[in-house]
């Protein structure tokens, strides 16, 4: 299948380590916030979310960061496996656009290393 | 239970032909959407579904795009006179929207259509 990946930041890890990976969103009203993963030829997979009224979310070796002030957030990985290998993108959305449609970020390819 | 169903998975067309693209969502989802995503790049906005009625329309790049979805189940996202720019991977995706219930925006997405217009 063709490589969702081209021409995307990339983020290579050593198995066993954490990942870090930054996404700065681009409205200030958003407020609600989904991280995904992309496997090449597949869709997005839903990986991990948080409203605006939370800075913080924890999941199954998965953290969501989310700072307001500076319209960043950040989703952390755990004991990085090669199975984590996708590309991942960082979603917002505004609940009071009614539609709830998705702006997705530009996306961050992670390689873990063996 | 089944995720989101799309298809056929691969379309290869020739420009200035019609194509229609299907997606199943997950049962019971009555928000459904469109997205159309080029290589290297994260999913577009298309159109959104809230039951039968296409609440949000404004992600279409013109109107050789139409999406429908009589029964409110199945859509179909159907482009006239294709173009090589056309060329993506169409995703579509569904959320509960359980009404009464707080909001639940969480959007599951299907495999995609890849689309070549050659």
């Known amino acids: 299948g063709e490589s969702v990946g081209l021409h995307l930041p990339t983020l290579s890890v050593q198995e066993g380590d954490n990942s870090i990976i930054n996404c700065a969103y681009s409205?200030?009203?958003?407020?609600?916030f989904i991280w995904y993963k992309q496997e090449s030829g597949k869709g997005p997979q839903f990986i991990i979310d948080?409203?605006?009224?939370?800075d913080k979310r924890q999941g199954q070796r998965v953290t969501v960061l989310l700072n307001k002030t500076v319209k960043h957030l950040s989703l952390q990985i755990a004991a990085t496996q090669p199975g984590d290998s996708a590309v991942y993108f960082c979603?917002?959305?505004?609940?009071?656009?009614?539609?709830?449609?998705?702006?997705f970020g530009k996306g961050t390819k992670l390689s873990v290393i063996p | 239970g089944a995720g989101v169903s799309q298809t056929p998975s691969n379309k290869v067309t020739e420009k200035g032909k019609y194509v229609e693209l299907r997606c199943d969502p997950i049962?019971?989802?009555?928000?459904l959407y469109w997205y159309r995503q080029s290589l290297g790049q994260g999913p577009e906005f298309l159109i959104y579904f809230q039951g039968t009625g296409a609440a949000d329309d404004s992600g279409l790049p013109n109107d050789r795009f139409f999406a429908v979805r009589p029964e409110g189940s199945v859509s179909t996202l159907k482009i006239q006179r294709t173009e090589r720019g056309d060329s993506a991977v169409y995703l579509c995706a569904s959320s509960p929207r359980l009404s009464g219930r707080p909001i639940q925006e969480t959007q599951y997405f299907g495999p995609g259509t890849r689309l070549l217009v050659l």
């Open positions: 979603a917002e959305t505004y609940s009071g656009a009614g539609s709830y449609q998705l702006t």
């Open positions: 049962s019971g989802h009555t928000a």
């Open positions: 409205n200030s009203a958003s407020d609600y």
């Open positions: 948080i409203r605006s009224n939370m």
